[in-house]
């Protein structure tokens, strides 16, 4: 576990939402992801954004020059966005975070096998599975009755 050195000096906001998708991590799930990444994952971090934006399909973005670590996640699910956020976080500690650079397919599967183990471990704590109720009743459905069209065949 990562200790609160790192943890307790980054600041995590997230962007208002007005309409439209929620983010998929919240503050609750950055703190999560920092305490159980190793410490060199996090240690250049000084902000988390979770951006308000769908244009980015779940990108995640360092900038290297103010330590912000900028999580586009609406339109996304958890697990994707998890997973974005942890290979970035791989990226930065393998020095590998080129900007809004595409990755080449070779780094971005060594990136995403580095974070396979932890995206395994976290997602469960993020995204719990939803309880069922295991029985529906029907009671109090009724089946509709439509007028026929003079179009309609009989």
Not at 22 to 42: G, K, M, Q, S, Y
Request: proline share 7%; net charge positive.
């Amino acid at each position: 576990m990562n200790s609160c050195d790192n943890l307790c000096t980054v600041k995590i906001h997230a962007d208002k939402i007005e309409e439209g998708p929620p983010h998929a991590l919240n503050r609750r799930d950055v703190r999560l992801i920092f305490e159980t990444v190793p410490p060199d994952w996090t240690k250049e971090i000084k902000e988390v954004r979770i951006a308000n934006s769908l244009e980015w399909n779940s990108h995640t973005f360092f900038a290297r020059y103010d330590g912000c670590l900028t999580i586009y996640s609406r339109n996304r699910t958890k697990a994707q966005a998890l997973a974005a956020v942890l290979a970035e976080l791989a990226a930065i500690s393998m020095r590998l975070d080129r900007g809004l650079q595409r990755r080449p397919m070779a780094v971005r599967n060594r990136l995403d096998k580095t974070a396979a183990p932890y995206v395994q471990q976290l997602l469960p704590l993020i995204a719990p599975p939803s309880q069922s109720k295991g029985h529906v009743s029907l009671e109090g459905f009724h089946e509709l009755q439509f007028p026929l069209v003079p179009n309609d065949i009989e």
